[in-house]
């Protein structure tokens, strides 16, 4: 036998390489020779060239030769650092390929549609063929393969025939990377191709699929985010362990764990970037000059900061990733993808008409093939652009463009929430919650712009928004949003009492003072000079009510009953069911502060309010008022058979409509029932951060006093002080008592004679010397009697 030359270095002609593959697929000449339609002796003179070449002196040394010429093809070649997360999508992609032979991976520039088809080529059983298609022209994809398969073009070979022949000689997995610019080029060969090579797979990456008939077309997502534990975590982890940092140690997951510090910030990254891969790997880079909190700080101003020097192309920084395809957009589509860019947050396609033009579906649908823009899911279905797009498509945007749509989703945001908020008081059902939850976002946005602006619309959205968070269950960012809009004397100016209650009623969780300041107002409006009664009964009501609720919450009793007597006397004569149960709600809430508390009378308050919101058909504030009753039971122990009843009924309902709010109040009280149960250990550690989060921080204090009570006493008193800061931010001076009680008794429990006192002291400002005499121990009565005369 002669000796062999090395394959893996002699290229061979498009014929050669066909008469290689039918030489392997054990054809005669004669075979050959008829498949590829030349004469015998045409496939002999190409064998005896195929052995001179291969080193081969035999038929069988021919097949070995071409073995091994595949095996040198088989090799991917891959990026040595990790590939994390797309378990899921591997798989799937297996399942799509064994179904449909031909899949394109789609989505937007950088989330890595390169990478994973790479890797599934790596880790499949057919032997890959490997193309690089970005810089090809139409013309330049067949013979891009042939040199994939060392096939050479010879003057007037008809490669296209070569290339067909080739893939047909094995199975292979034809791997065509970037064929945006060419796809119909791509459409033609691949079909030419499976008709004749049945065990052929193609699968082909592309920001948008080329349409044919054959294609199936799997959507790629950026890296999953949300938690410490997330893929785009894991993904940010590694590189930042490769590239090394200035400030402290590389980071990585093979070695020390990282600081929960550094996990949180490097979570708070990741979901900035929205999981994009080639983002996390750009601030990766980035965090070798700058600490990982620098970073997360300049991410949330812009993405300037996300740069590289190398490597060159494409995909050295996000700008020149996403002009490829914004270079195929049309004037239109470019049109639509600004204003649809400077929305604020989701859309559907009525959001995406009312800020672009009537039939705005086909240019939508457009965009989505792109992969410019991303479903967030949700009926109608919702979509976004990545954070990280809406900055690039920004930077190319007229800003008089972006204050024209910013209002126009005002308006239309407006709109849709003052005909929702008139049917929200009876509607608890589950298609009236998740508008809400879709709808609330959408106004907060549209508020804070408003206020921004000092647009007309401010009021009317501050109030919609605030009957959503309060019938359906609230936010923390709303919330807040509200109390920008409850502070701006630009907006109060035109309040009536009405929409000052309704603001009222949604900031009763989170600020008691600027409750009162609400409530001032609306009295003097009503007690105007002008002796109109500052807009009649309606709204003395609502004046009268707000102030009530801020009196009930401020621990001005008198005051508070005085208010709601006046309050439910308007109610009753105006046939109003629903304003004369929410008046009793509240009057029950004023007779659970004195001390002693009027148990009994706030009971009965809470049940009439029960029954008065069933007149008036509102079930989820039936379930509200039931809460209150429950808790109050609770808090007495009283009727400890009835709380558990009341408790189950609160917990079904809130599970039967998906309200959150509802429910960890009902959790809130299951706990207060049986606070040492360790079945309520997990409940009692979660309640204060789920309070937080929907921005209730009256439930916040009670939830982490319960935590106080399970806990060592000398861990205590950090748990109380928690507390109590809580119950200051939100001027709740009722709370305030409540944990400044606790806080001296942990003091002194703790053997702090000194702390104690002190405690006692802010004690005595807050409630009063009464209060803090009754809270003093026994052995500081004396200190504290001579420190209160000094």
């Known amino acids: 036998m002669s000796a062999r030359t090395d394959t893996r270095t002699d290229t061979l002609t498009a014929r050669e390489?066909?008469?290689?593959?039918?030489v392997e697929r054990r054809l005669s000449n004669p075979e050959i020779a008829a498949e590829l339609f030349i004469s015998v002796r045409t496939v002999e003179s190409h064998i005896a060239s195929l052995k001179r070449k291969l080193g081969a002196a035999s038929r069988a040394e021919l097949m070995a030769a071409a073995g091994e010429r595949r095996e040198h093809a088989a090799s991917v070649r891959l990026p040595r650092n990790a590939f994390v997360g797309r378990d899921t999508e591997l798989a799937a992609l297996a399942d799509l390929l064994d179904e449909h032979h031909w899949v394109t991976i789609v989505g937007p520039g950088g989330v890595g549609k390169t990478r994973l088809a790479l890797e599934f080529a790596s880790r499949n059983d057919r032997v890959p063929v490997i193309v690089e298609l970005e810089?090809?022209?139409?013309?330049?994809?067949?013979?891009?393969?042939?040199?994939?398969?060392?096939?050479?073009?010879?003057?007037?070979?008809?490669?296209?025939?070569?290339?067909?022949?080739?893939?047909?000689?094995?199975?292979?997995?034809?791997?065509?990377?970037?064929?945006?610019?060419?796809?119909?080029?791509?459409?033609?060969?691949?079909?030419?191709?499976?008709?004749?090579?049945?065990?052929?797979?193609?699968?082909?990456?592309?920001?948008?699929?080329?349409?044919?008939?054959?294609?199936?077309?799997?959507?790629?997502?950026?890296?999953?985010?949300?938690?410490?534990?997330?893929?785009?975590?894991?993904?940010?982890?590694d590189r930042l362990g490769a590239a090394g940092r200035a400030a402290a140690a590389p980071i990585r997951l093979s070695a020390v764990l990282p600081s929960p510090t550094d996990l949180g910030l490097a979570a708070h990254v990741c979901e900035r970037l929205d999981g994009l891969p080639l983002a996390i790997e750009l601030a990766a880079a980035v965090a070798r000059h700058l600490s990982l909190g620098e970073l997360a700080e300049r991410l949330d101003r812009d993405f300037a900061t996300l740069d590289r020097a190398v490597p060159a192309g494409r995909h050295r920084t996000l700008e020149t990733a996403f002009e490829w395809t914004w270079d195929l957009l049309t004037d239109e589509e470019r049109a639509m993808l600004c204003r649809l860019a400077a929305l604020p947050r989701t859309f559907d396609i009525d959001l995406a008409a009312a800020v672009t033009h009537a039939g705005a579906e086909g240019v939508v649908l457009r965009l989505l093939d792109h992969s410019m823009l991303v479903p967030t899911g949700g009926s109608p279905r919702r979509f976004r652009l990545l954070a990280v797009m809406r900055e690039f498509v920004h930077a190319r945007t007229d800003p008089s463009v972006i204050r024209e749509v910013l209002e126009q989703h005002a308006v239309y945001v407006q709109k849709v929430t003052d005909d929702f908020v008139l049917r929200a008081r009876t509607d608890d059902s589950a298609e009236a919650l998740h508008l809400s939850e879709t709808l609330c976002p959408e106004v907060n946005a549209a508020l804070r712009w408003a206020l921004a602006a000092q647009h007309p619309s401010a009021l009317a959205l501050a109030a919609d928004l605030s009957i959503g968070v309060e019938q359906y269950g609230s936010d923390v960012d709303s919330v807040r949003a509200i109390a920008m809009a409850a502070r701006d004397e630009r907006v109060l100016a035109s309040a009536t009492p009405q929409q000052l209650l309704l603001l009222g009623d949604a900031l009763a969780y989170l600020d008691v003072e600027l409750l009162g300041d609400l409530a001032d107002r609306a009295l003097a409006i009503v007690d105007g000079d002008d002796g109109d009664g500052g807009g009649g009964d309606r709204a003395r009501l609502a004046a009268h009510h707000l102030a009530g609720m801020a009196d009930a919450y401020g621990d001005r009793d008198a005051s508070a009953l005085v208010h709601l007597d006046e309050a439910e006397r308007i109610a009753a004569s105006l046939g109003?069911?629903?304003?004369?149960?929410?008046?009793?709600?509240?009057?029950?809430?004023?007779?659970?502060?004195?001390?002693?508390?009027?148990?009994?009378?706030?009971?009965?308050?809470?049940?009439?309010a029960m029954r008065g919101y069933a007149l008036a058909g509102d079930a989820m504030h039936v379930n509200n008022a039931r809460f209150m009753l429950a808790f109050a039971s609770a808090e007495w122990g009283l009727e400890p058979e009835r709380a558990e009843q009341l408790v189950s009924e609160c917990i079904e309902y809130a599970l039967s409509v998906g309200n959150e709010h509802e429910l960890a109040h009902a959790y809130l009280v299951r706990a207060k029932l049986h606070p040492d149960a360790p079945s309520e250990a997990d409940n009692i550690a979660t309640l204060p951060a789920t309070f937080r989060r929907l921005g209730d921080l009256r439930c916040v204090t009670r939830s982490l006093m319960l935590q106080a009570g399970r806990v060592r006493p000398d861990a205590r008193v950090g748990i109380i002080e928690e507390a109590l800061s809580v119950a200051e931010a939100a001027g709740d001076r009722g709370h305030q008592a409540m944990t400044l009680t606790a806080l001296v008794q942990a003091r002194w429990a703790g053997g702090d004679r000194v702390a104690t006192l002190a405690a006692?002291?802010?004690?005595?400002?807050?409630?009063?010397?009464?209060?803090?005499?009754?809270?003093?121990?026994?052995g500081l009565v004396e200190d504290f009697a001579g420190a209160a005369a000094s």
């Open 760 to 778: 006692l002291d802010r004690l005595a400002a807050v409630a009063g010397a009464d209060a803090a005499s009754a809270a003093c121990p026994p």
């Open 17 to 22: 390489g066909a008469v290689l593959a039918a």
């Open 135 to 237: 810089h090809a022209e139409p013309g330049d994809v067949i013979a891009r393969i042939a040199r994939a398969l060392d096939l050479e073009a010879g003057p007037g070979a008809d490669v296209a025939t070569s290339v067909v022949m080739a893939l047909a000689s094995h199975p292979y997995l034809l791997v065509l990377d970037n064929i945006d610019r060419v796809g119909s080029a791509v459409g033609e060969i691949v079909a030419r191709a499976q008709a004749t090579a049945i065990e052929l797979r193609v699968l082909t990456t592309s920001r948008t699929p080329i349409g044919d008939a054959a294609e199936t077309v799997y959507p790629l997502a950026p890296l999953a985010v949300g938690g410490t534990d997330a893929a785009a975590v894991a993904m940010f982890l």
């Open 576 to 608: 109003d069911d629903w304003e004369r149960a929410a008046v009793r709600q509240m009057r029950g809430i004023a007779f659970c502060h004195p001390s002693p508390p009027q148990s009994e009378r706030a009971m009965v308050e809470f049940e009439a």
